[in-house]
């Protein structure tokens, strides 16, 4: 090495520190690594841990915030890419576009489906097995017969072979879920009533 390394100084610490970096710095400039400049202080009897010190302060700037860049931008993508997995989802606008999606089984693909008397919320969740789970939830609901408003915000899974595009409440029979037990105590509720307001006629027409 062409440049002889400081003598021991009995210096402040803190100067000490500042005269070697800069002397680690002129080294690096002659071609040396860092860890030959680096041996050469510790075989002239520095402090290792001032040694230390000063190979650190020696390094530039923008070779200290490198490594912490590159740790936000992976902190950064790691973030994106769950986002994209398990939040973010692309709306259908249009019915066509979400037979194809539930066809194909495309996860996180939504569509609202504006019926006269209720909303449904379709979500693909993705295959399983050789099926296709949709999340069906009813959005809102017109007050009426029906009596579909007070299960607003309700959600049911409904499984489809793959490769079927359906309206997935209109066979409850493939869905689980509070929805679902919802619509069978009504469907049950207004068969009773039917029964119950048309039960003189059933009895005339059984005496004949």
Same mark, same amino acid.
């Given at each position: 090495?062409?440049?002889? #390394?400081p003598?021991?100084?009995?210096? !402040?610490?803190?100067?000490?520190? /500042?005269?070697?970096?800069?002397?680690?710095?002129?080294?690096?400039k002659?071609? @040396?690594s860092?860890?030959?400049?680096?041996? /050469?202080?510790?075989?002239?009897? +520095?402090?290792?841990?001032?040694v230390?010190?000063?190979?650190r302060?020696?390094?530039?700037?923008?070779?200290?915030?490198?490594?912490?860049?590159?740790?936000?931008?992976?902190?950064?993508?790691?973030? &994106? #890419?769950?986002?994209?997995?398990?939040? +973010?989802?692309?709306?259908?606008?249009?019915?066509?576009?979400?037979?194809? #999606?539930?066809?194909?089984?495309?996860?996180?693909?939504?569509?609202?489906?504006?019926?006269?008397?209720?909303?449904?919320?379709?979500?693909?969740l993705?295959?399983?097995?050789? &099926?296709?789970?949709?999340?069906?939830?009813l &959005?809102?609901?017109? /007050?009426?017969?029906?009596?579909?408003? #007070? &299960?607003?915000?309700?959600?049911?899974?409904?499984? +489809?072979?793959?490769?079927?595009?359906? @309206? !997935?409440?209109?066979?409850?029979?493939?869905?689980?879920?509070?929805?679902? /037990?919802?619509?069978?105590?009504?469907?049950?509720?207004?068969?009773?009533?039917?029964?119950?307001?048309?039960?003189?006629?059933?009895?005339?027409?059984?005496?004949?």
């Amino acid at each position: 090495m062409k440049k002889e #390394a400081p003598r021991v100084s009995k210096k !402040p610490e803190e100067d000490v520190i /500042e005269h070697l970096a800069g002397w680690l710095r002129s080294v690096r400039k002659q071609g @040396y690594s860092l860890q030959k400049g680096v041996e /050469e202080l510790l075989q002239q009897g +520095y402090d290792p841990k001032i040694v230390r010190k000063s190979a650190r302060r020696s390094r530039h700037r923008s070779e200290r915030v490198l490594p912490v860049l590159l740790l936000i931008v992976l902190v950064i993508l790691g973030f &994106l #890419a769950t986002w994209m997995t398990f939040v +973010y989802q692309a709306e259908c606008d249009t019915f066509a576009c979400y037979q194809e #999606a539930m066809r194909k089984c495309v996860d996180n693909i939504g569509y609202v489906n504006e019926e006269p008397e209720v909303f449904w919320g379709y979500d693909v969740l993705g295959r399983s097995g050789n &099926l296709c789970r949709i999340r069906v939830t009813l &959005l809102q609901a017109r /007050e009426g017969e029906l009596g579909l408003s #007070a &299960l607003s915000g309700q959600e049911m899974v409904c499984s +489809y072979n793959y490769g079927i595009a359906a @309206y !997935p409440e209109k066979d409850i029979a493939k869905c689980q879920g509070e929805l679902k /037990e919802s619509l069978q105590d009504l469907v049950i509720e207004k068969l009773h009533t039917h029964i119950l307001e048309n039960l003189g006629q059933i009895d005339q027409g059984l005496n004949g």
